[in-house]
């Protein structure tokens, strides 16, 4: 493929985004709350998003792989349902990695697909782009980078359209969050357009926590990387040895819940400011949230949002589930 083929079928458009004034925000509010926190998707720098690509491949952590199966098994039924020529809108595309299936599967039931790429990262949705379109000279890509919520409100609908939200990535959007995000999608789509979510099902506590206790050590690295962020960035003192990674099922949120703990009583400075931030041996600061849903939970959320449950694929332990969502004609409030 030579550049004036890539500029022919490719296109994109970027946001304004103000990520390091947010970052230093969001830690200093998130780090001065009674529950300390610090906001996921801030473990996702250049290191962090690497080593959730080693995560991926751990025994320990299956949610890829059985999406991946129920991706190869379902691939061809469900680009079917949306009726017509078909735009496919990832949202979180990433690598694209697992949505090749999808792609191969519209080529060959349209001949063609419009590939849409919702990401924060330039970079990573450019190396996608230049791999599909190398690899299907049947597909056009149009990236649009920058926030979700920045994106979905500006994206006009484009019917039919079969948007997506894989890699249980909705579990990062618990409550009112996912509520906002899901009817946010809903507003960038016309009646009838479908989405496609793939989350992880509810099952023993045992399975869920060991997917994020892995017994090398990479989930604990990648959750460490966030302080290694601060201290680079904000030009903070974390002694990061002095915190260990805990994650645990908590049954009163329904989700995975995952922390720093401090292991010694310690202070350490923070920000322009010289904020001192103190911590009490084993105290936390929360880093991540991973809702483990019900099929009650799904079409409760469905329905609260403005979608019609028409099809549910389940893998043969009902452990992780691609869930086929319609958009009604009936706004929600």
């Not at 469900?78 to 690598?95: A, D, K, N, T, Y």
Request: charged residues 30%; aromatic residues 10%; proline residues 3%.
């Amino acid at each position: 493929m030579n550049v004036a083929d890539f500029w022919d079928r490719y296109r994109e458009r970027i946001w304004e985004t103000h990520i390091a004034e947010d970052f230093e925000r969001d830690v200093l509010a998130g780090l001065s709350a009674v529950q300390k926190t610090i906001p996921s998707k801030y473990l996702y720098d250049a290191l962090g998003s690497a080593l959730f690509e080693a995560i991926v491949l751990l025994p320990e952590y299956d949610l890829p792989r059985r999406e991946s199966a129920l991706l190869e098994r379902y691939a061809r039924e469900i680009v079917e349902r949306p009726q017509g020529r078909l735009r496919l809108l990832e949202l979180g595309s990433g690598s694209s990695q697992k949505t090749r299936t999808l792609i191969e599967a519209a080529i060959e039931r349209y001949g063609s697909v419009e590939y849409t790429a919702v990401d924060i990262s330039l970079d990573a949705v450019r190396g996608a782009a230049v791999q599909l379109l190398d690899r299907y000279p049947e597909v056009t890509v149009r990236a649009l980078v920058g926030d979700y919520f920045q994106v979905l409100g500006e994206v006009a609908p484009e019917p039919p359209t079969l948007a997506l939200f894989l890699g249980s990535n909705l579990g990062n959007y618990p409550g009112e969050r996912g509520v906002a995000f899901l009817r946010a999608v809903r507003g960038a789509l016309a009646p009838s357009d479908m989405l496609l979510l793939g989350v992880d099902l509810r099952k023993d506590r045992t399975l869920m926590e060991r997917a994020y206790n892995d017994d090398i050590g990479v989930t604990a690295a990648f959750s460490k990387n966030v302080l290694a962020r601060v201290n680079r960035d904000l030009g903070a003192e974390f002694d990061i040895g002095n915190f260990k990674h805990s994650s645990v099922f908590d049954d009163r949120t329904g989700s995975v819940e995952s922390y720093l703990v401090a292991i010694r009583a310690a202070s350490y400075s923070l920000g322009g400011a010289r904020k001192a931030v103190r911590f009490a041996a084993g105290e936390r600061i929360h880093i991540e949230s991973s809702h483990k849903f019900t099929r009650d939970e799904l079409r409760v959320l469905a329905d609260a949002c403005g979608f019609v449950e028409r099809e549910v694929f389940t893998d043969e332990d009902a452990a992780f589930a691609l869930v086929l969502l319609e958009r009604s004609e009936i706004a929600t409030k």
